[in-house]
């Protein structure tokens, strides 16, 4: 006798609510959260302390490179990023790195504040894995994924954009979103095409006038202040402190090292949280804060190793990409706490929640980048409606 075996049972709506539940249930009061904040940004700022001491001492240090690489990392992806998100307060996201002095204070990145949230919080994480997300790893290492060159040497280039991803291709591609609406916009499928260092230069020499203003935002805005405060003034400094222009090389070489280890850990922290062969993508838009949004949270993210203070500083607390993708706006301290709930949820519900090393996640993007391997994908419609394609068994 043959049974036939029916589509399984999926309660989207039991789901957000079981999700939502777990997120009130485990917030921080103000006073936890503030404790918290203190803590990173003193443990942060003491970094830099050391990694100059150490970089202006008159010779390479490869210490002094991994502490401010540490260091500018931190500033990136836990402070400027969980501020800009409202993480810490709305009142905290308003004025945090709002003006050139606040930037220079706050987080002095190659990667602009505004332009960050223009891309990032408004765009990315309200198209997760979908054709319109900015994000999109698939999407955006076509031109790499088809070409027609050895693997290894696709591999050699992924490398490359590991160490140069923020100033070489995320800074003004963000940066074209605060364009959106300046005079002469390219049309919107030129424009949804990735813009880097390379590109940008490119078209400005063809005379398209809207990439020109682009470039100069881009050069004198953008990447001037730190350029100029991080890599030449902070070495002139040591060398005129020291009385040798060796002392300036040398922190130049250091702070070089640094701006190299920080692409790095950014990228493996950062780059892979959406990326792998064992993820989704989404051929259509969903509502905020809906069921479909929640579930895509999770089938479009991967976690990391976590749990204590330590291991999610050195992730950015972004290891927990599931939770953050499900609710932007909380804290780290509200993640690392809602983390065990949430997991159950997924796994009371048959959600698949995946969680690896980053150096497992960065191997499984790279195979992505090289068009070695691809996403799965949810070919229509929404994922709610199609349990058989992601579910797994159910928790008892």
């Not at 004198?220 to 030449?232: D, E, I, N, S």
């Not at 493996?268 to 064992?278: F, R, Y």
Request: net charge positive; charged share 20%.
């Amino acid at each position: 006798m043959t049974v036939s075996v029916g589509k399984p049972i999926f309660d989207p709506a039991g789901f957000a609510k079981d999700a939502k539940a777990a997120r009130d249930a485990t917030k921080p009061t103000a006073e936890e959260d503030d404790r918290h904040l203190m803590s990173i940004s003193v443990s942060t700022h003491a970094l830099v302390v050391v990694g100059l001491v150490l970089a202006m001492r008159g010779g390479i240090s490869f210490l002094a490179m991994l502490i401010l690489g540490i260091y500018k990392y931190a500033k990136f992806a836990i402070l400027a990023h969980h501020s800009l998100h409202g993480g810490w307060g709305r009142e905290r996201r308003g004025w945090f790195a709002s003006n050139q002095f606040r930037r220079i204070v706050h987080w002095l990145d190659w990667i602009f504040p505004q332009a960050w949230v223009a891309e990032h919080n408004k765009i990315h994480h309200y198209a997760l894995n979908e054709d319109t997300d900015p994000d999109f790893v698939q999407r955006n290492l076509e031109p790499i994924r088809d070409a027609d060159m050895p693997l290894a040497l696709k591999y050699a280039v992924v490398v490359f954009f590991m160490a140069t991803w923020k100033w070489f291709y995320y800074a003004s591609n963000t940066l074209k979103l605060v364009h959106a609406s300046y005079p002469g916009v390219p049309a919107k499928k030129v424009f949804d095409e990735p813009v880097t260092i390379k590109s940008l230069i490119a078209d400005s020499v063809s005379g398209n006038p809207w990439y020109r203003a682009l470039l100069m935002d881009f050069a004198f805005r953008v990447m001037l202040p730190p350029l100029a405060l991080q890599f030449f003034a902070v070495p002139v400094l040591a060398g005129f402190l020291k009385g040798s222009s060796l002392f300036c090389f040398v922190t130049l070489v250091n702070l070089i090292g640094a701006e190299i280890v920080t692409n790095v850990w950014a990228f493996v922290t950062i780059v892979t949280n959406h990326a792998g062969a064992d993820l989704w993508w989404f051929p259509t838009p969903c509502k905020a804060d809906s069921p479909e949004f929640i579930l895509r949270a999770v089938l479009g993210s991967t976690a990391y190793w976590a749990g204590n203070d330590v291991i999610d500083y050195l992730h950015g607390y972004l290891n927990y990409q599931g939770e953050h993708h499900s609710f932007p706006e909380l804290s780290p301290l509200h993640y690392q706490r809602l983390h065990p709930a949430f997991k159950a949820v997924c796994a009371k519900h048959g959600v698949p929640y995946i969680q690896e090393s980053v150096f497992l996640r960065t191997k499984k993007t790279m195979d992505i980048m090289v068009g070695k391997a691809s996403h799965k994908r949810i070919e229509d419609g929404q994922a709610v409606d199609q349990p058989e394609k992601w579910m797994i068994s159910a928790a008892k």
